[in-house]
């Protein structure tokens, strides 16, 4: 663990009233490493580690740490407040209905986390959701999210005649507004962030539906990639929040971070099994642990 | 070459940092960094193309080498042992499905009878998914309904291509990720029914990998290696931005190769892997 390596970098460096220079810069080696192993992307890590320095050297030691243990805790500080303590609910307004958008890269989990999120916002929110699958690529996934549909006891929405993913948008959205639904979660199709085409049908997914929320759904085991999708998307069709999914899985999951840094938007939701109860709301304290191993 | 040194130094840390965006990890980096400063101290490179070259050269040798020691074909089992069995194996979401889509087009464009095994019993619309797959490569598929227990549905389909004289049965598989034990043992279980049936089935294990994957793409392998007795990697989603340098890693610790690459999600966006395309790729 990262703890463990500072105490031998740093075992033979006296403490002695500030952390030194020696201090710090024998540590942040050893830090780079622990972000890089954990999937953080290389610039964050860098501007994660200057900020680090900044915050370490000259600090006064703090009796009752070791030199080693007082950098973890500057480090850990540093990445949870980074991560940030934003609220996981999602905001509501008056309007019905209101539209969360579910997008990502191909296989991240957007499907199976579009039920999990609606079971979730009837149960913990007193929501009443109705899906709709905009899928209309990939084979059987409308009847994919069907399936979850059914599973999980809530309304969907289908229109079989069309293959337009804007349509299917459009009348789920009069759909929800005649029938009474307050909330209607919208799955798309994955998608390279690079695919001018389909980056521009999420947009007009957007436009039709004007969502309230738009939630990227990131594999936890992504590696340095993750800025650039996560930025690609944010830049192109705007997104709200991220749920980052597969977290029971042992990925260090410093894609966190990086999506976090780059899009200034906060991890609302993570998915820690298949089942669709798994879910849980972000806790920074917890994956800013599971980053520094 | 009077500031060489000097540009060496940025230059190198550049070129790490080339190395680490594309997610081959600090350890191979470092390997890879140390044998070309070693080129540098004895003046066998001498300007940044000599460099970059000598860096293509590390990684091309490391890819070429797990290629030598890795892998089972096709041709290495005789022909009397009948059907040739797949697995693909994988953790979730990477492309496991879809690329048995490719390969049943591509082995059966081959001349063979190809039939398709929908092993995954377990998440919503699998084999709907699978069974449209089939469909549109003209391919026969075995399925039954959700919750169906995999190695029953394996053992139908072996019986089926024995007695239909199938050429190539390919095994589809649940998602799963390597650190859940029952889920891999209930591969390692399959494998066994596989081996009842046929000698030496199953004769290729694929663990298929995504290109965005990072460190913990090394772990996966590790234990899928481990359980299921992986001998090749499928590398997906270079159609994408990420380089799936992992696969460089996995290559290096544990010599296994990489044999196809997806590179889109049409049925033919399917390639036997290139080893030298892929390094001159990761420098672009
Ligand atoms: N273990 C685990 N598996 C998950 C989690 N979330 C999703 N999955 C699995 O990941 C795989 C992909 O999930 P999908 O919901 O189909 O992903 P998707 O993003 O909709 O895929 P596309 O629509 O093809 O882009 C499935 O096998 C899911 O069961 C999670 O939190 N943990
Ligand atoms: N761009 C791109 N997308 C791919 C590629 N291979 C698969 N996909 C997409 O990735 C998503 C997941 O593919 P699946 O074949 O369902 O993956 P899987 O491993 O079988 O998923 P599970 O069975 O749920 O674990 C789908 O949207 C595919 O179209 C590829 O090479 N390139
Ligand atoms: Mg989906
Ligand atoms: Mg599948």
Known sequence: SLS?????????????????????????REIRMALLEADVNYKVAKDFIAAVKEKAEGQQVWTELKPSEQVVKIVYDELVELLGGTSSRLVFTKQIPNVVMIVGLQG??????????????????????LLVSTDVYRPAAREQLKVIARATGQSIFEMPETNDARTLAREAYKHAQQTGFDTLLIDTAGRLHIDDELMEELVAIKG??????????????TGQDAVRSGEEFHRRVGITGVML????????????????????????????????????????????????? | ???????????????????????????????????????????????????????KT?????????????????????ETVSPYVMMIVG????????????????????????????????RAAASDQLAIWAERTGVPLIQQKQGTDPAA????????????????????????LHNKSNLMAELEKMKRVAGREVEGAPHETLLVIDAVTGQNGLEQARQFLKIAGVTGIVLTKLDGTAKGGIAVAIARELNLPIRYAGIGEKVDDLVVFDAEQYVNSLFE
């Open chain 1, 108 to 129: 991240s989990g957007k499907t199976t986390s579009t039920g999990k999120i609606a079971m979730w916002l009837a149960k913990n929110q007193e929501r009443k959701p």
């Open chain 2, 153 to 176: 549905v394996l053992f139908d389909s072996l019986k089926a291509a024995k007695s239909r004289n199938s050429d190539v049965l390919i095994v589809d598989t649940a998602g799963r």
């Open chain 1, 4 to 28: 463990d390596k500072l105490k031998r970098t740093l075992k033979n460096l006296r403490g002695e009233g500030v952390l030194t220079r020696e201090h710090v810069e024998a540590a942040l």
């Open chain 2, 58 to 78: 590390e990684l091309l040798s490391i890819l070429q080498e797990a290629e030598k020691n890795g892998v089972v074909s096709e041709e290495s089992v005789s």
């Open chain 1, 245 to 293: 999914t597969k977290m029971d899985g042992d990925a260090r999951g410093g894609a966190a971070l990086s999506i976090k840094q780059v899009t200034g938007q906060p991890v609302k939701f993570v998915g820690v099994g298949e089942k669709y109860d798994a879910l849980e709301p972000f806790y920074p304290d917890r994956i800013a642990q599971r980053i520094l191993g």
């Open chain 1, 208 to 221: 039709e539906t004007k969502p309230i929320e738009i939630l990227f759904v990131a594999d936890a085991m």
């Open chain 2, 1 to 55: 070459f009077q500031g060489r040194k000097q540009i060496d130094a940025e230059l190198l840390d550049e070129l790490e940092e080339a190395l680490i965006a594309a997610d081959i990890g600090v350890p191979t980096t470092l390997h890879i960094l140390e044998n070309v400063r070693r080129g540098i101290a004895r003046n066998q490179i001498n300007d940044i193309d000599a460099l970059k070259l000598a860096i």
């Open chain 2, 91 to 122: 953790v979730n979401g990477v492309g496991k499905t879809t690329t048995i889509g490719k390969l049943a087009q591509r082995i059966k464009a081959e001349g063979n009878d190809v039939l398709i095994c929908a092993a995954d019993t377990f």
